[in-house]
């Protein structure tokens, strides 16, 4: 049987359109998954949207909308942009879905029946923006700890869960389990911050609150925000609906990435609420950074002196989507912050794609069309040399890590870096071998076709790994080479195009960017918004 691999990014708030940083994630898990594909598991991914809240009926209500009509129209936009960036999800929970909603409600009474949540009394700090209950000690110079907005006196008839139970099962869980939760600096965070200190019971509904999923045998109630929110990854799969086969098929997760801000709620509650429900827990949770603009979290559009352009949507057309992709899969350490600008992201773009990948593949194939009428040559191993064997080697090591890079740890970035190890060693064994020489010589025909070779098989192998981070541009390299479906097997055969096939040029694939100019460019679309 296939194994099979669950993948989860958050389910976003649409209450404004998804920024870079909703896209950080969700880019990353999509190359993750598409990368466990390329291994031939049985891949199921899932992202959506948590559509309920104070902040969501406010949104719709400044827009003049009901909350429907509003909800639609920007799940209608995120979907636009996944598909710009080629997200290729298996499924878009949104959690006013009917199932959902009946899920999330047979969860709670099922919690409530067997004793871990029972109704009380709330008093506490609130955060409206935040939809979160503070203690007076959590406050930080009397705001909200997470935003740092001020909080109101709040108190109201509530059910709570019996988070206060699982302090000891949490820590057990920890350190049973030392991969359940990564990078290992969030499992610190999580016991000091919030488990040593005791954990408290958890508010889990409002009544102050209508957009949201009803209790339904105490129906002045609505489910509060982070037990509907959280329970989509298993609703997602059918749980508790007449069709659970997914739910049995691809539960426990394979890991639920998020950002950091949201570990807590993923590391603490949700295993929390999964050991209440009997069910099992998800096998990793990734907690990663940040991606900052001009060192906030939040994606300004403008800035006083520098017209940032952050808007994926104007950036993948004008670039690619494979060129959006690459800056987020590539440029932050995974787990840790990192600073994202127009800048970087042009330089980026000349730098790898332009001229390292791209120019490797137009150059060989150009060299092909010239030297080789366009025809794969045979490898003639007897005109083997030691660069040869070298390019092999470092292939077969860059294969080795970004395999080991995304299978231990999820990072993309690492990944990415050991894969273009492979093209920028090809680019090199150019220069070496020098093949426009060796054309000039009848003699070394068959040392020039193997060096062809070599290069034809190089870039193959690097596109078959790229198709899970770049789509676009791998998918049109691929079509020439005539793969059809790439696959990990194929990357570990060292000779495997056919010989006497035919292979066409392609355009340039990615343009080199005159980055000043570009920077202008941008500055104008971000002043005429
Ligand atoms: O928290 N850098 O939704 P949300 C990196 N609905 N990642 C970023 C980012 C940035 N600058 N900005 C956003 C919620 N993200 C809840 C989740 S899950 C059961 C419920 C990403 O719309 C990152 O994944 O506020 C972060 O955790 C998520 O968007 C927050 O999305």
Not at 64 to 72: A, F, I, P, S, V
Not at 79 to 103: A, G, N, Q
Not at 201 to 219: A, I, K, M, N, Y
């Amino acid at each position: 049987m296939e194994e099979k691999f669950y993948i989860t990014t958050p389910i976003y708030y649409p209450s404004r359109k998804f920024t870079l940083g909703n896209c950080y994630t969700t880019v990353i898990c999509d190359a993750v998954a598409r990368f466990n594909k390329l291994l031939g598991k049985d891949v199921f991914f899932m992202t959506g949207t948590d559509e309920h809240g104070q902040k969501i009926a406010q949104s719709a209500k400044n827009a003049g909308k009901t909350e429907m009509e509003y909800l639609n129209e920007m799940i209608a936009d995120a979907k636009e942009l996944w598909k710009m960036l080629k997200i290729d999800y298996d499924k878009f929970i949104r959690t006013t879905d009917d199932y959902h909603v009946k899920s999330v409600q047979k969860i709670f009474k099922d919690l409530f029946d067997k004793g871990y949540i029972y109704k009380s009394a709330y008093k506490g700090k609130y955060c409206v923006p935040c939809e979160s209950f503070w203690t007076e000690s959590q406050l930080v110079q009397g705001k909200c700890p997470d935003c740092h907005r001020d909080v109101v006196d709040q108190e109201e008839e509530a059910y709570f869960f019996k988070l206060s139970a699982f302090g000891d099962k949490l820590l057990d869980l920890y350190k049973n389990n030392p991969d359940f939760l990564k990078p290992n600096s969030r499992v610190n965070e999580m016991v000091t911050n919030f488990i040593k200190p005791g954990l408290e019971d958890l508010c889990v509904t409002r009544t102050s609150v209508e957009w949201g999923v009803p209790v339904d045998f105490d129906p002045k109630h609505t489910i509060y925000v982070w037990i509907d929110a959280l329970s989509n990854y298993i609703t997602g799969l059918g749980y508790g609906t007449e069709d659970d086969s997914n739910f049995k098929k691809y539960w426990p997760a394979d890991v639920h990435i998020i950002g950091k801000e949201i570990v807590r709620f993923h590391a603490i509650i949700w295993p929390a609420i999964l050991m209440a429900l009997n069910i099992p827990l998800p096998k990793r949770v990734f907690g990663h950074g940040w991606l900052l603009f001009g060192g906030d979290k939040l994606s300004k559009s403008k800035t006083v002196a520098n017209a940032e352009c952050v808007d994926p949507r104007i950036l993948a057309p004008r670039y690619s989507s494979d060129a959006v992709r690459y800056i987020l899969l590539r440029e932050i350490p995974f787990g840790s912050d990192g600073n994202y600008s127009t800048e970087l992201f042009l330089n980026l773009i000349n730098s790898d794609l332009a001229n390292n990948y791209g120019n490797l593949v137009s150059r060989t194939l150009s060299m092909l069309k010239k030297y080789c009428g366009n025809i794969v040559p045979e490898a003639y191993l007897d005109t083997e040399e030691e660069i040869d064997k070298d390019l092999k080697q470092t292939i077969e090591k860059c294969v080795n890590e970004t395999r080991n890079y995304i299978e231990t740890n999820f990072d993309v970035s690492k990944a990415l870096a050991s894969l273009f190890g492979i093209f920028t060693k090809a680019n090199k064994y150019i220069e070496v071998t020098e093949p426009y020489r060796l054309a000039k010589d009848e003699s070394k025909k068959s040392r020039l076709n193997t060096v062809m070779r070599n290069l034809l098989e190089a870039i193959r192998i690097g596109t078959i790994l790229l198709s899970a981070f770049l789509p676009d541009v791998s998918e049109k390299v691929l079509n020439s080479l005539h793969i059809e479906k790439p696959k990990f097997d194929d990357v570990k055969k060292i000779y495997n195009l056919k010989a006497g096939e035919n292979i066409n040029e392609l355009g340039i694939l990615f343009p080199r960017l005159d980055v000043e100019k570009e920077l202008e460019e941008l500055a104008k679309i971000e002043e005429s918004k």
